[in-house]
């Protein structure tokens, strides 16, 4: 199932060809993106993904149409929607820099897509988790700002084949590791640990994604009297938590069962807990 819009609100076939050969999304990876989900009409996070689809342009150049055109598309393709059938989409917003030696105009649409088996069963079982060096220290943004780290670019191969790797070793999923061995993020998900009533996460400032789904569940827990810090953490910290998770836009807050085919704490109250949390935002 596919919806797909272009900012003047116009649905347009998903199965005809959308971007030319020569759009720079295709040939270099030079665009930025953000995945949003939707359950029951309702966007969750949509401010927030689209300031970071803004911040992403700016680290770029990219010239990002105006907002009320990404706000156009998603109302188009929520509206064409199967709500009946279907009660949640993940909603991908695209941006490219457009034509290759063209007059700069981006390539831009929304397109809502089904929410797939593998990530409902991950989201209720849980996750078994590997560490792979990404291979920059996290003071490198600072440093060498050209390399768009904390940017959410099309150019995904590196993550991609991350979970390739991981799947090879019979793991669900990656967290990237710094070369000081502090944890990072994952390819497509924030980190998340409890520590009694403190939740931690990995901040911005070292080349991470600013996450959406981690900042509305920290958002909740600090309204139920949570403590939230924003810090670095080594692998070791990982298994002296009361738990850890994996935040992201589709899959949720997922829990992690093992790191390395080592077992971290696991508890289904707290669990549920946390989730209740992040879902009351809605």
């Known amino acids: 199932m596919r919806v797909l819009a272009l900012l003047d609100g116009t649905l347009v076939d998903p199965e005809a060809p959308l971007l030319r050969a020569d759009d720079l999304a295709v040939t270099r990876g030079d665009g930025v993106f953000e995945?949003?989900?939707?359950v029951d009409r309702a966007p969750?996070?949509?401010?927030p993904h689209l300031d970071r689809m803004e911040q992403s342009a700016s680290m770029l150049s990219l010239p990002l149409p105006e907002r009320a055109g990404w706000e156009r598309a998603v109302r188009a393709v929520i509206d064409a929607?199967?709500?009946?059938t279907e009660r949640e989409m993940a909603l991908k917003l695209v941006c490219s820099r457009g034509v290759d030696g063209g007059d700069g105009t981006p390539s831009a649409f929304a397109m809502g897509m089904q929410v797939g088996e593998k990530a409902r069963r991950l989201r209720a079982e849980g996750v078994d988790a590997i560490t792979l060096d990404r291979g920059f220290a996290p003071d490198l943004r600072q440093r060498a700002p050209w390399l768009l780290l904390s940017a959410k670019t099309l150019s995904y191969a590196v993550n991609m084949a991350a979970m390739r790797e991981?799947?090879?070793?019979?793991?669900?999923?990656v967290l990237f590791t710094a070369t000081d061995g502090s944890v990072l993020e994952g390819p497509t998900s924030t980190v998340v640990l409890a520590r009694g009533r403190t939740l931690v996460t990995t901040?911005?400032?070292?080349g991470i994604l600013?996450?959406?789904t981690q900042g509305a569940l920290f958002r909740a827990a600090e309204a139920a009297g949570w403590t939230t810090e924003t810090r670095l953490f080594p692998v070791d910290e990982l298994f002296e938590a009361d738990g850890v998770w994996l935040a992201s836009s589709v899959r949720l807050i997922t829990q992690v069962r093992t790191v390395d085919g080592k077992p971290v704490a696991v508890d289904p109250d707290l669990h549920a807990e946390l989730l209740g949390r992040y879902e009351s935002n809605y």
Request: no cysteine; net charge negative.
């Open 203 to 206: 901040p911005p400032s070292s």
């Open 81 to 84: 929607w199967p709500w009946d």
């Open 35 to 38: 995945t949003i989900l939707v």
């Open 210 to 212: 600013r996450g959406t």
């Open 166 to 173: 991981a799947e090879a070793r019979g793991a669900d999923e």
């Open 44 to 47: 969750r996070e949509l401010g």
